[in-house]
């Protein structure tokens, strides 16, 4: 029973000491502790064991005991102490949670008190300031009512002084005060329901017609229609009309304006009408000079009459501006037949003139709208459309383009076209004019360039620009520009035409058309002849003089291809914005370019034709009788002295464009390189030697177009990369060749491999070629043709699936390699 008892004493008190992790979590953090017993898993029997881990340690269990109790019993004093402490806390807690709540009352009540006592301050305060609201409205209204009041009497007051000072003509009082009315009135606007400020508003209407009607009448007693003066002259009256005139209708403002310029240029409508001889465009200047003097007349006279701001003397020059376009238009329509360009060009001088003059006097603003010419960009003393237009010279091309941005741009002119406009019908004159005048320099250009000749040899003339070309652009800058004072409309575009047609002209006539004519018989040299040539002697088609003359054309089409391209965006700077896509000269570019490779292609065909003769000899010479190897062959010698005496003509003539001097010899190149190939195969049969001296004559004539670009030259520069690489990739080629030839073709199979490895050819014909050189039999060339079938690599399938075959090639340091041993070779069989 004890035993039972027990057990369940336990049981109930671990269910009463048993607590969540997060209670036994907080513990541990408040209460922290190393010691077993206060741990959550606290396990007695492992605590005992670890007490008493042996048998021995049995021994001193009395002592473990007493530790035990005592330490129990100082629990048992803390808890009591804790127990006895709390035993008066919840009383406290009550105890102090009453007073809060009597505080809290104590609080709402003092508060309620508040609140009554702002109500009743809030009202107090509403009825004090209903008083204030009622003074302050009463003192609004009173005050609106004083003030319309006396706008009122200032209205009508104003408006009896109106009638009566309108009645005496006292003009001066009336601006003033006709427009304080005017003012006092627009304050009486929401009151016109009301009749008398109605009928107030209407006698004021009726006194501004009444002085606009009467203003109109002393104007026109004053300047009578007949065109004569009043005798007194301008008077004080009317220049307060006009302060008057300001403040009426905008519309008694215009007419006085109009009236009055129809009067002062009544009389220029008398004196240049059409049947008067002094209204012809040779007399144009009487006309400018009579409104200079008329407006000269007015300042006198009438500069203080009108106010400033209406501009009167500017609308004086506007009207007969438009007078002028209008009757001189009339007039040449009507005497159409009579203009002549120089007349045309004397009278469009004359205006232009006159209208700049206009702008430097005046602003424009009486103008609807005033377009401003477009004002010329300086440029560059290169060309004549790179010059700078005021005239400059002697200025460095780099000193022009740092100073070109800087300039300041002219101010636009707001007269420009407010006369001249007239001519423009009439520009097909000036145009029919330039085309004839540029049909006749042409001629002119022909003339000379035969009479002359063409440039000589050794002279400084010899590979420049043709002297003609910068005449050509000169004349046509000059046109493009006076053409610009004229018009930027379709008088532009048809210049622009013209100046594409003697483009071409130029190029065909005096360029391609001077162009030395190459002839097709080859020169036929045999091997005797070549064998005895001397170092020196003509072979060459081209004569110095043919060779500098083509140069000359080559660098006269490169500069006309620059300056047509700088003329065309000179023509879309001048033109109207809207006929800028009809400006094309891309066609004339294409033919100078055109010009360009005909020149070029004549230079490359004349030294190959040279040279035909040399590899004639070549594939003429019997190889396989050759003994032992020597020095470089006749034929190389002879082509050698071909290249040494054209090259360094053409380039010193092409010392401006070198561009196309590497394009010379780059297409020079890419023409011998396979004629020579091509001879090469026709050298058959060949021996051994005669493979090894056509090996070094071979290196000779690579070493010598390598250089080829700077030879003769005293300054040595290195030859563009592009044009290396050809001459290597063709040379090497050909060195190939004559190795795959000098290789035995016993065993078959090693000659064939020898020859896919070295040229990376996979035709058949090319090998043949080969076998032929060799001297092979047919029999033994159908069985090595076969062969060289067999062992062809399988070619890897390209992109596009078909047959695409790749060899490596040696690399141009491995043959250089190659042929310094070679030479070696040579050397120890010549000793």
């Known amino acids: 029973m004890m035993e039972d008892e027990e057990l369940e004493f336990v049981e109930d008190l671990e269910a009463i000491l048993h607590l969540t992790p997060e209670v036994q979590l907080a513990i541990e953090q408040v209460f922290p502790s190393q010691d077993p017993l206060d741990r959550a898993d606290f396990n007695a029997v492992e605590y005992i064991n670890t007490l008493f881990p042996t048998e021995q340690s049995l021994a001193n269990i009395d002592d473990v005991v007493n530790n035990i109790r005592l330490k129990i019993r100082r629990l048992d004093d803390n808890i009591r102490t804790v127990v006895r402490g709390q035993t008066n806390v919840g009383q406290d807690g009550r105890q102090a949670l009453e007073e809060a709540q009597k505080a809290i009352q104590q609080l709402f009540g003092k508060i309620k008190d508040i609140k009554d006592k702002a109500e009743k301050s809030e009202q107090m305060v509403k009825e004090i300031t209903r008083d204030i609201k009622q003074l302050d409205h009463a003192k609004r209204h009173l005050t609106t009512s004083i003030t319309t009041l006396n706008h009122l009497h200032m209205l009508a007051g104003g408006v009896d002084s109106l009638e009566a000072m309108t009645r005496k003509r006292q003009y001066g009082e009336v601006a003033n005060l006709l427009q304080g009315v005017v003012n006092v009135l627009e304050h009486f606007q929401k009151y016109m329901g009301i009749p008398q400020i109605r009928q107030l508003s209407e006698r004021v209407k009726a006194a501004q017609s009444e002085l606009g009607t009467q203003i109109l009448a002393d104007f026109e007693e004053a300047f009578p229609a007949q065109g004569s003066k009043k005798s007194g002259g301008p008077s004080m009256v009317l220049r307060d009309a006009c302060l008057v005139a300001n403040v009426l209708d905008p519309r008694i403002k215009q007419e006085i304006i109009k009236k009055f310029i129809r009067q002062h240029l009544s009389e220029y409508l008398v004196l240049f009408q059409e049947n008067q001889d002094v209204a012809w465009l040779d007399k144009i200047d009487r006309r400018y000079a009579w409104i200079k003097r008329q407006l000269v007349d007015y300042e ?202 003697y483009l071409r002209e130029y190029a065909w006539k005096i360029l391609s058309g001077n162009l030395p004519k190459n002839s097709t018989n080859s020169g036929g040299l045999t091997i005797s002849s070549l064998l005895k040539e001397k170092e020196g002697s003509e072979v060459a088609k081209f004569t110095t003089e043919e060779l500098c003359l083509i140069c000359s054309i080559l660098s006269t089409a490169e500069y006309c291809l620059a300056t047509t391209q700088q003329l065309e965006e000179k023509l879309k700077e001048k033109v109207d914005k809207s006929l800028m896509e009809r400006i094309n000269l891309t066609g004339e570019m294409d033919t100078f370019s055109t010009v360009i490779s005909n020149s070029i292609q004549l230079l490359v065909q004349d030294l190959d034709a040279a040279c035909d003769p040399a590899l004639t000899a070549m594939s003429k010479m019997p190889w396989q009788s050759v003994e032992h190897v020597g020095d470089q062959s006749p034929y190389v010698t002879s082509v050698i002295m071909h290249i040494k005496q054209n090259v360094p003509i053409i380039r010193d003539n092409l010392a401006s464009t070198r561009k196309y001097f590497t394009q010379f010899c780059i297409k020079f190149t890419n023409s011998f390189i396979p004629k020579f190939i091509n001879h090469l195969f026709r050298c058959k049969p060949i021996s051994m030697v005669g493979a090894e001296q056509l090996l070094l004559d071979t290196h000779s004539l690579k070493t010598v177009l390598l250089d080829l670009p700077s030879i ?50 996979s035709n058949p014909e090319t090998f043949q070629k080969i076998l032929d050189m060799k001297g092979l039999k047919r029999s033994e060339q159908s069985s090595m043709l076969d062969l060289f079938r067999q062992r062809l690599p399988t070619p890897p399938s390209g992109p596009d699936g078909g047959p695409s075959l790749s060899f490596s090639t040696p690399t141009p340091e491995q043959e250089s390699s190659r042929i310094r041993k070679l030479e070696k070779l040579i050397k120890k069989r010549i000793q």
């Not at 376009?325 to 006159?354: C, D, S, Y």
Request: glycine residues 6%; charged residues 30%; negative net charge.
């Open 712 to 761: 003769g030259s005293q300054v040595v520069r290195k030859a563009p990369a592009s044009y290396t690489k050809i001459v290597v990739k063709g040379m090497t080629r050909a060195e190939m060749i004559l190795k795959v030839v000098m290789a035995p073709h016993e065993p078959s199979v090693v000659f064939v491999d020898n020859y896919i490895k070295l040229l990376a050819d």
């Open 300 to 501: 006198e006279k009438y500069g203080r009459m009108f106010p400033e701001e209406w501009c009167m003397t500017e609308r004086i020059a506007v009207e007969f501006c438009h007078i002028t376009r209008t009757e001189l238009a009339k007039l040449m329509r009507t005497r159409a037949r009579e203009i002549e360009v120089k007349l045309l060009l004397f009278a469009i001088q004359r205006t232009t003139n006159f209208e700049g003059l206009l702008a430097k006097r005046f602003s424009g603003c009486t103008l609807n709208d005033g377009p401003g010419k477009k004002t010329e960009t300086p440029l560059e003393p290169t060309n004549p459309f790179l010059e700078d237009e005021s005239g400059e010279e002697n200025v460095s091309e780099k000193d022009e383009d740092l100073d070109r941005p800087k300039k300041p741009k002219a101010p636009d002119n707001p007269f420009h076209g407010i006369v001249s406009k007239c001519f423009e019908p009439h520009l097909y004159v000036y145009i029919e004019s330039q085309d004839k005048n540029l049909g006749e320099l042409i001629d002119r250009f022909v003339s000379d360039f035969r009479t002359q000749g063409p440039p000589k040899s050794g002279t400084d003339e010899a590979g420049a620009v043709l002297p003609s070309c910068a005449d050509l652009f000169v004349y046509y800058k000059k046109c493009m520009v006076q053409c610009s004072q004229l018009s930027t409309g379709e008088p532009m575009i048809a210049l622009t035409t013209i100046f594409q047609k």
